[in-house]
T-cell receptor, first 115, second 112 residues
Framework: DTEVTQTPKHLVMGMTNKKSLKCEQHMGHRAMYWYKQKAKKPPELMFVYSYEKLSINESVPSRFSPECPNSSLLNLHLHALQPEDSALYLC??????????????FGPGTRLTVL | QQPVQSPQAVILREGEDAVINCSSS?????VHWYRQKHGEAPVFLMI?????EQKGHEKISASFNEKKQQSSLYLTASQLSYSGTYFCGTRKGETSGSRLTFGEGTQLTVNP
């Protein structure tokens, strides 16, 4: 299985809502990532988990809260978002070991719209 | 620091060749190339590592000039399926926890 899955595919939420994005991989990867991508822009790193521990937080506002319950799952909890947070949220994973081949496998993303 | 890609966009006819460049002002450990089609996830194409090793797609080649911190992606005999936005990503460290920073992308269109 060489797939990263993300749910939901689309999400529309109000500024007072609380929602969560889910990401799953069964490749045995130990590093998982959240990226935010605006239209016609590159993916922008938000968080990195390495062996289920948060290793990088790119100064993301606290209204985004990541969680890694186990090595296969990654969640992104959303609360009190702003319209400018509307974007494609991509999850990715990589092997995580100290080795040369560290390509990242991306999921299809969740298209988030904040009203 | 974000790598710089050029050109921003290129339009080809099927069968033509293209080169996409990626450069950084900082010393790099690796350069990664991805292609993203509209509405889809980025797909891994190639990784080039400090020291010359490279892994990736059979039909796509790339180079990494460590002295100049530049990489080029060579697309030969282009096919319609090559259309998409190509991103280079650069890493300064060798652990998966180090940041992969993407360039702004090169939009490639292959016409019949």
């Amino acid at each position: 299985d060489t797939e990263v899955t993300q749910t939901p595919k689309h999400l529309v939420m109000g500024m007072t809502n609380k929602k969560s994005l889910k990401c799953e991989q069964h490749m045995g990867h130990r590093a998982m990532y959240w990226y935010k991508q605006k239209a016609k822009k590159p993916p922008e790193l938000m968080f990195v988990y390495s062996y289920e521990k948060l290793s990088i937080n790119e100064s993301v506002p606290s209204r985004f809260s990541p969680e890694c319950p186990n090595s296969s799952l990654l969640n992104l909890h959303l609360h009190a978002l702003q319209p400018e947070d509307s974007a494609l949220y991509l999850c990715a994973s990589s092997q995580g070991r100290r080795e040369l081949r560290n390509e990242q496998f991306f999921g299809p993303g969740t298209r988030l719209t904040v009203l | 620091q974000q790598p710089v890609q050029s050109p921003q966009a290129v339009i080809l006819r099927e069968g033509e060749d293209a080169v996409i460049n990626c450069s950084s002002s900082k010393a790099l450990y690796s350069v990664h190339w991805y292609r993203q089609k509209h509405g889809e996830a980025p797909v891994f194409l190639m990784i080039l590592l400090k020291g010359g090793e490279q892994k990736g797609h059979e039909k796509i080649s790339a180079s990494f000039n460590e002295k100049k911190q530049q990489s080029s992606l060579y697309l030969t005999a282009s096919q319609l399926s090559y259309s998409g936005t190509y991103f280079c990503g650069t890493r300064k460290g060798e652990t998966s926890g180090s940041r992969l920073t993407f360039g702004e992308g090169t939009q490639l269109t292959v016409n019949p």
